[in-house]
C-alpha cells in the first residue's frame, strides 16, 4: 500500500540559489497528487526533492522536512538509496537501458542488490509488466532490448522497472510529454489502476491531463521574477479546476498567462 507524505516549509537550493520556497503540503497515501503551472516554477524541483534525487546535483540540498509515514527521509542516519527505492521516479523521457533486454530492464534494480535466482526473477518480471500493462505485447520478446519498444511501450516499461522494486510511492516527471495521444491515455488509465498500491506525485503541463488522473491538485507559480517557486494552492482537484481560492491559480487556469 502507498505511504504519506508529509513537507513541512521546504526551502530547496542550488549552491545559494534559492528554487523552491516555503512548500508545506500533505500527500495522500494511494492516491494520485498533480503539480501545475508554469515552466520554471519548481514543481519539477520540488518533485526530485520528494525522492531525495534533488541533492544528486553538485551543491544542491533541501532544508525543511519531508517524511513518508512521519519518518524524515532527510535524517542523519537515512540512505538515500534506500528512500529511492522506496519513492520511485518516472522520468519525462522514456529512458530503457538501451543494451539490455526488456527482461534486464525490468530487473536491474535487483541485479544491483546481488538477488539473481532465475525463478524470482522470472515472477517479478511477469508481476511488473502486468502492473504496467506490458506483459501481453512483450511476453513472448523480453529477450529483445527495450528500446525496439514503441515510445509508449518504452515508458510503460520504465513503470514496470521502477515497481519492480516494490516502492510505495511513484513519482512522475512529465510522463506523457513525449507521448502520442493513443499512449498518452494508456499511462493515465495505469495511472488510475497504480493508485490502488501506490501513492502518486505526477508533473504535468497538460491541465487537462491533471483534471483527469489526479485527486488532488498543487499550482506552483513564481512570486515575481527572479523569486522563487511557491507553492500558491493546493485543494480537491474538482475545486481548484473550478472555484479556486486564489486569482493567480484563476488566470493560470483560464490561460491568462502562463
Known amino acids: 500500500m ?6 513541512n516549509d521546504v526551502n530547496i537550493y542550488y549552491g545559494s540559489f534559492l528554487a523552491v520556497e516555503g512548500v508545506s503540503m500533505t500527500i495522500e497515501p494511494n492516491s494520485v497528487t498533480a503539480f501545475i503551472g508554469p515552466s ?5 524541483t520540488f518533485l526530485r526533492a520528494l525522492n531525495r534525487l534533488h541533492e544528486v546535483i553538485p551543491g544542491a540540498y533541501v532544508r525543511g522536512m519531508i517524511t513518508l509515514n512521519n519518518e524524515d527521509i532527510y535524517g542523519n542516519t537515512v ?4 528512500v529511492r527505492r522506496t519513492i520511485g521516479m518516472v522520468f519525462q523521457r522514456p529512458n530503457p537501458f538501451p543494451t539490455m533486454s526488456i527482461y534486464d530492464n525490468v530487473v536491474a534494480g535487483f541485479k544491483l542488490k546481488g538477488r539473481s535466482r532465475k525463478s524470482e526473477m522470472d515472477a517479478i518480471v511477469e508481476r511488473s509488466l502486468r502492473g504496467a500493462n506490458l506483459w501481453d505485447e512483450v511476453k513472448d520478446r523480453l529477450d529483445k532490448p527495450g528500446s525496439g519498444l514503441s ?3 518504452q515508458q510503460r516499461l520504465c513503470i514496470a522497472r521502477a515497481i519492480a522494486v ?3 510511492v511513484l513519482l512522475m516527471d512529465e510522463p506523457c510529454s513525449a507521448l502520442d495521444p493513443i499512449s498518452t491515455l494508456a499511462i493515465e488509465d495505469l495511472v488510475q489502476d497504480l493508485k490502488e498500491r501506490y501513492t502518486i506525485v505526477i508533473v504535468t503541463h497538460n491541465m487537462q491531463q491533471a ?3 489526479s485527486d488532488r491538485t498543487g499550482f506552483f507559480n513564481l512570486q515575481a521574477t527572479g ?4 507553492l500558491i494552492e493546493m485543494d480537491d482537484t474538482t475545486k481548484i479546476f473550478s472555484n479556486p481560492k486564489e486569482k493567480a491559480t484563476e488566470d493560470y487556469i483560464s490561460g491568462r498567462f502562463g
Do not use: F, L, M, T
Request: net charge positive; charged share 30%; with cysteine.
Open 2 to 7: 502507498g505511504k504519506r507524505i508529509d513537507a
Open 40 to 44: 520554471g516554477c519548481g514543481k519539477s
Open 79 to 82: 540512505d538515500p538509496v534506500n
Open 151 to 153: 515510445g509508449g511501450q
Open 166 to 168: 516494490q516502492p510505495e
Open 211 to 213: 483534471a483527469r488522473v
Open 227 to 230: 523569486k522563487p517557486g511557491h
